[in-house]
């Protein structure tokens, strides 16, 4: 019987931590890729008629907007029926979608998906728009300050320094300058004097740590930022 109760315990701590994480970890105020309320609707009323290989699953707990909006109707739906099946089902949705997390790569930081298979890309943003331009690694003290990104397939977003052209750019992210973990390329645009640098980018093979991004518009130079991944 104790041992039942520990059980009890564990699993509603990893309840918890999955709603925790999701209602805070996950910002997307653009609401981009979300299902829309009529699928959390049926999620949160009808969960059946939702398979676990549905990706939109994967975009909810990877989105705090959607994650409220799915919690604000179950508490409606409670109040109106004053039923405990609701309560249940749910809780059974989460333990569901938790374990489609774990099959299809593993919780990792509690609640981030290998950025492989059909999950939704995650938003991310690194705001460089008041940094130092650095042609080697940055000191210690820069590294304190960096940027943080998580792990997973990213639509990334770099506000680059002031003054910055548009126009094509090369990004890595470094352990060691002259040795790319990660490459990619983008296309830069000027707005309201922001110059953005948007790319898809996959982090999900990183260990979690702190790296060097390096920038160029053309070679041989590189613009080197601390950054951290989580």
Same mark, same amino acid.
């Given at each position: 019987?104790?041992?039942?109760?520990? /059980?009890?315990?564990?699993?509603?701590?990893?309840?918890?931590?999955?709603?925790?994480?999701? =209602?805070?970890?996950?910002?997307?105020?653009?609401?981009?890729?979300?299902?829309?309320?009529?699928?959390?609707?049926? @999620?949160?009323?009808?969960?059946?008629?939702?398979?676990?290989?549905?990706?939109?699953?994967?975009?909810?707990?990877?989105?705090?907007?959607?994650?409220?909006?799915?919690?604000?109707?179950?508490?409606?739906?409670?109040?109106?029926?004053? %039923?405990?099946?609701?309560?249940? /089902?749910?809780? $059974?949705?989460?333990?569901?979608? %938790? $374990?489609?997390?774990?099959?299809?790569?593993?919780?990792?930081?509690?609640? =981030?998906?290998? #950025? #492989?298979?059909?999950? !939704?890309?995650?938003?991310?943003?690194?705001?460089?728009?008041? $940094?130092?331009?650095?042609?080697?690694?940055?000191?210690?003290?820069?590294?304190?300050?960096?940027?943080?990104?998580?792990?997973?397939?990213?639509?990334?977003?770099?506000?680059?320094?002031?003054?910055?052209?548009?126009?094509?750019?090369?990004?890595?992210?470094?352990?060691?300058?002259?040795?790319?973990?990660?490459?990619?390329?983008?296309?830069?645009?000027?707005?309201?004097?922001?110059?953005? @640098?948007? =790319?898809?980018?996959?982090?999900?093979?990183?260990?979690? #740590?702190?790296?060097?991004?390096?920038?160029?518009?053309?070679?041989?130079?590189?613009?080197?930022? /601390?950054? !951290?991944?989580?």
């Amino acid at each position: 019987m104790a041992d039942e109760w520990q /059980a009890e315990g564990e699993e509603r701590e990893l309840l918890e931590l999955l709603a925790k994480s999701a =209602l805070n970890d996950y910002p997307n105020p653009e609401r981009i890729g979300c299902p829309g309320h009529e699928f959390l609707e049926r @999620l949160a009323l009808h969960r059946n008629t939702i398979p676990l290989s549905d990706p939109r699953l994967d975009h909810i707990v990877h989105c705090s907007p959607c994650f409220r909006e799915l919690t604000d109707i179950r508490r409606t739906a409670k109040r109106k029926r004053r %039923g405990a099946w609701i309560g249940v /089902a749910i809780a $059974a949705a989460l333990i569901l979608i %938790g $374990a489609g997390l774990w099959i299809t790569g593993g919780l990792r930081s509690i609640g =981030l998906l290998s #950025g #492989g298979g059909i999950s !939704t890309p995650m938003v991310a943003e690194i705001d460089l728009q008041n $940094a130092s331009r650095h042609r080697g690694a940055p000191s210690q003290s820069q590294q304190n300050g960096s940027s943080t990104i998580p792990r997973g397939r990213l639509e990334l977003t770099i506000l680059l320094p002031f003054g910055s052209d548009g126009g094509q750019y090369d990004v890595q992210i470094f352990k060691e300058i002259g040795k790319p973990l990660i490459t990619s390329s983008g296309n830069a645009v000027i707005g309201n004097g922001v110059t953005r @640098l948007t =790319l898809s980018v996959n982090t999900s093979s990183l260990s979690p #740590g702190s790296y060097l991004l390096g920038i160029r518009q053309r070679p041989p130079e590189w613009d080197f930022s /601390a950054i !951290t991944i989580r």
